[in-house]
C-alpha cells in the first residue's frame, strides 16, 4: 500500500500495470502448494520422492540398473543412477540453454510427455525436478553421458554458472542430483532417515529389476545407516514381508503379473499380490508408475471387481448360496493387497497424484486379474474354500451390524431426546448419512434447503463453542453445544464414546470461509480429538469447503476457495463474452441454496477434507493440540514466535 502511496495510485486504480506476472520458478515457491501440497513433513519428504521417480523411469525403461539414495549429515540428499544421463546439448527451442537447464528451471519441461522417451514414468510430467530446484536453497546436478562429466548449480531455482563440463568420465554414466531444502519454505523440518528408508525400500518391491543402494549419514533408531535391496519376486517379496508372523488363509498369496503390450497391445503391465488373515486389519497399498496411491483410485477399483467376481463365481461352483452376499467391504477386511500398474499417460487427481483417475486402468486390471484368479482358486481348493468361509462369515458379521445399527438408530429416534434444532435426516441406517455442523440459524437455513432430506441432517451451533481443553470438566457437562451435540451424534463423552453408538457416517464441520469461520472448525476438531478420538480413527469426520468467490461471465460461472483461485481465474478468463463479475461470499448464510448445494453439500459436486491423524511419534498430535488450545497462552505465544516468518502474507 506504501508503494501505491508513493507512485500516486489509490486502492480503486485496477489497470494492466497492476497485473503481476510471475516466472515459473518465483509461482513455484509462492504457492508450493499447488505442486507438492504444502510446506509440511509429507511435502518435504515428496521431494525426495520426486527425484527418485525420474531415476525409477529410467530403471523400468531398461537403462538404469542400480538407484543410490544417501542422506547426508547436513541435511542434503543425493540420488544417483546409472541411466542414460540428463542430456546436457542445447535445446533446440533455446540453443543459448542447455536441456539439462531447461529441465530444471522450466515447468513443464521434460522426456515424459511424447512418449518416445519413457512408454511409461512417474514424476510429475515435467514438473517434479523444476519444482524441487525451486524449493532448495542449493542444487547440484552431475550428468555423466559419452563419458564426459557436466555439472550444474543451483539455489532456489536460478542457475549460479553454466553448465560446466568437469573432465572425462570413461566408466561412469547416468545422472546424480543433490539438493537441500529449503528452510524458508519448510522452516526447521527435517528429512527423516527411517521414511527415506520405507521409501526406497518399497521402489525396490516395485520393480524387481532394479537394485537400491540405500545409505545415510544421520542415525535413526534401528534404520540401517547402508542397505542394498533387489527383490526378484517383487510384490509377493512384499507381502510375504510384511504379513511375516501373521496366520494366512494360503501358503502362497495370490499374485502374478500381466502384460498389458501382450494381452491389449497398449504399453504397462500390472502386478498384484494378495493374501487374508484373521489376525491382522486389512490394508491395501496401490501405485501407479512406481509412484503411491495412498487414495486407490482406478486400478484398485478394477483389481477388488476382479476379485469380489470371482469369489462370487467360485461360490457358485461349490454351491455356497451365502457368497453371493460378499461385498468389496468383506474383501478387505482381514487382506493384505498390494497392486502396482505401469500405464502410459496416467492422470491423477491433484499434483501429489494420490488416487489414479485413468479409465482404462479399470479395465485393463479388471480383465487381467480376473482370468488368474479363478484358476488360482480352481487350483487350490483348500485355500479358496478357506478364504471363502472366511468371506462369508464377514458378510454374515457385516449384515448382523448393520440390522443391529438400524434397531438402534430406530429405537435412539424414537427414545432420545434431540436436540430442538437439529434436522434429522429421514434415513433409519447410518450408512450414507451426514451430520453437518453448521455455523449459526442463518446458515443451517440456506442448508436446510439444499440439503438432502433421506441422507443429510444438520444441527446449527450458536457462537463459538467451548474450548475443551481450557474448560473445567464440569463445564462441559453444563454447556448446552455440547450437549446438544452429544445427544444428535447419539454417543457419550471420553471413555463413554462408543463408536457404534454414532448415529451418522459422517459428521462435517460447515463453517464460513472466514478467519471466525476456521476459529470454530479449530474448536470443534479440538473437541473432537480430546472427547471423541475414535470418531477420527475410523474416518467418520470431515470439513467442508465453501467458496469464497463466485466469478461468471454471461451464462458461464466458476467458484474460488479463496483469494489465489479467483485471481488465477480472472487472468484466465472462463472462455465466454463479456465482463467477468465477482461476488464474494461473506457468509454460508448469503449463499442461496443453489450456490450452497453446487458447492458444499452435493457429493457429485462438492469437496471434503477428511480429518486424519498422521504422526510418526506417538502423543506428537496431542502434545501439538495442547500447545495450541491448551491453558497455557505462553505456549501459543512461543509457537507464534517460532513459526510467524512461515506464514504467508493472507488477505482476509
Avoid at 464460513?512 to 473432537?528: E, K, N, P, R, S
Wanted: one cysteine or more.
Amino acid at each position: 500500500m506504501a508503494n501505491d502511496l508513493l507512485s500516486g495510485k489509490t486502492a480503486s486504480d485496477y489497470d494492466a500495470s497492476s497485473i503481476e506476472v510471475l516466472e515459473d520458478m518465483e509461482h513455484v515457491r509462492l504457492r508450493p502448494g499447488m505442486y507438492i501440497g504444502g510446506k509440511d513433513d509429507r511435502a518435504l519428504h515428496h521431494m525426495v520422492a520426486e527425484i527418485v521417480d525420474n531415476s525409477m523411469d529410467e530403471a523400468v525403461a531398461g537403462h538404469a540398473t542400480w538407484i543410490e539414495v544417501e542422506l547426508h549429515h547436513n541435511g542434503h540428499v543425493t540420488v544417483r543412477d546409472n541411466g542414460r544421463g540428463i542430456p546436457t546439448d542445447p535445446h533446440p527451442k533455446d540453443p543459448s540453454k542447455s536441456a539439462l537447464e531447461i529441465i530444471f528451471c522450466t515447468l513443464n519441461a521434460g522426456g515424459k510427455f511424447s512418449g518416445d522417451s519413457y512408454q511409461t514414468s512417474g514424476g510429475l510430467h515435467g514438473v517434479g525436478s523444476s519444482v524441487v530446484n525451486a524449493l532448495s536453497d542449493h542444487l547440484r546436478v552431475e550428468v555423466a553421458r559419452n563419458k564426459e562429466l557436466f555439472a550444474m548449480e543451483f539455489s532456489r531455482g536460478v542457475p549460479q554458472a553454466p553448465l560446466a563440463k568437469i573432465g572425462a568420465a570413461p566408466n561412469r554414466r547416468g545422472t546424480a542430483v543433490t539438493f537441500h531444502p529449503d528452510p524458508d519454505i519448510f522452516g526447521s523440518l527435517e528429512l527423516k532417515p527411517h521414511r527415506l528408508f520405507k521409501m526406497a525400500r518399497s521402489k525396490a518391491y516395485l520393480f524387481s529389476g532394479v537394485e537400491i543402494r540405500w545409505k545415510s549419514e544421520i542415525p535413526d533408531g534401528d534404520t540401517p545407516m547402508e542397505a542394498t535391496f533387489k527383490f526378484p519376486g517383487g510384490l509377493a517379496d512384499y507381502l510375504k514381508e510384511t504379513l511375516s508372523g501373521a496366520t494366512t488363509y494360503s501358503d502362497q498369496p495370490f499374485s502374478g503379473t500381466v502384460d498389458f503390450q501382450e494381452k491389449f497391445g497398449v504399453p504397462g503391465k500390472v502386478e498384484w499380490a494378495i493374501n487374508w488373515t484373521p489376525t491382522r486389519d486389512g490394508f491395501i497399498q496401490s501405485y501407479c508408475n512406481t509412484v503411491p496411491t495412498p487414495e486407490g483410485g482406478t486400478h484398485e477399483a478394477g483389481f477388488w471387481a476382479a476379485v469380489l467376481k470371482g469369489i462370487k463365481s467360485y461360490g457358485e461352483r461349490v454351491n455356497n448360496k451365502k457368497a453371493g452376499t460378499i461385498t468389496r467391504e468383506d474383501l478387505t477386511t482381514g487382506a493384505g493387497a498390494l497392486v502396482s500398474c505401469f500405464i502410459r499417460d496416467p492422470e491423477f487427481v491433484g499434483q501429489t497424484k494420490d488416487r489414479l483417475a485413468t479409465t482404462d486402468a479399470q479395465r485393463m486390471v479388471n480383465l487381467a486379474v480376473a482370468d488368474h484368479f479363478d484358476n488360482w482358486l480352481a487350483s487350490d481348493t483348500k485355500s479358496a474354500g478357506a478364504i471363502l468361509d472366511f468371506l462369508v462369515l464377514r458378510a454374515e458379521e457385516r449384515l448382523r451390524r448393520k440390522q443391529e445399527k438400524e434397531t438402534a438408530r430406530k429405537t435412539a429416534t424414537k427414545k432420545l431426546r434431540l436436540p430442538g434444532k437439529l434436522v434429522d435426516c429421514s434415513n433409519v441406517s447410518r450408512e450414507g448419512t451426514e451430520l453437518f455442523i453448521v455455523e449459526g440459524d442463518s446458515a443451517g437455513g440456506s442448508a436446510k434447503m439444499a440439503r438432502n432430506r433421506k441422507t443429510q441432517a444438520l444441527l446449527p451451533l450458536r457462537g463459538k463453542i467451548l474450548n475443551v481443553l481450557g474448560a473445567a470438566s464440569s463445564k462441559l457437562g453444563s454447556n448446552i453445544e455440547i450437549n446438544d451435540l452429544s445427544q444428535a451424534l447419539g454417543v457419550g463423552l471420553g471413555a463413554k464414546f462408543n463408536v457404534d453408538d454414532l448415529r451418522y457416517d459422517k459428521i462435517i464441520i460447515m463453517t464460513d470461509a472466514d478467519v471466525d469461520g476456521a476459529h470454530i472448525a479449530a474448536l470443534l476438531m479440538t473437541f473432537f480429538f480430546s472427547q471423541m478420538r475414535p470418531l477420527i480413527d475410523h474416518g467418520h469426520l470431515y470439513l467442508a469447503c465453501p467458496p469464497l468467490f463466485r466469478v461468471t461471465q454471461g451464462a458461464r460461472r466458476v467458484y474460488c476457495l479463496d483469494e489465489a483461485e479467483k485471481n488465477a481465474v480472472l487472468a484466465k478468463g472462463l472462455g465466454g463474452s463479456g465482463k467477468m463479475d465477482v461476488s464474494r461470499f461473506k457468509g454460508l448464510g448469503e449463499m442461496d441454496a443453489k450456490d450452497l448445494k453446487e458447492t458444499t453439500m452435493d457429493p457429485a459436486s462438492r469437496k471434503l477434507i477428511r480429518v486424519s491423524i498422521d504422526e510418526d511419534e506417538p502423543g506428537q498430535t496431542g502434545d501439538l493440540v495442547e500447545r495450541l488450545m491448551g491453558k497455557k497462552p505462553e505456549m501459543r505465544f512461543q509457537y507464534i514466535q517460532e513459526n510467524a516468518r512461515f506464514v504467508e502474507e493472507l488477505d482476509v
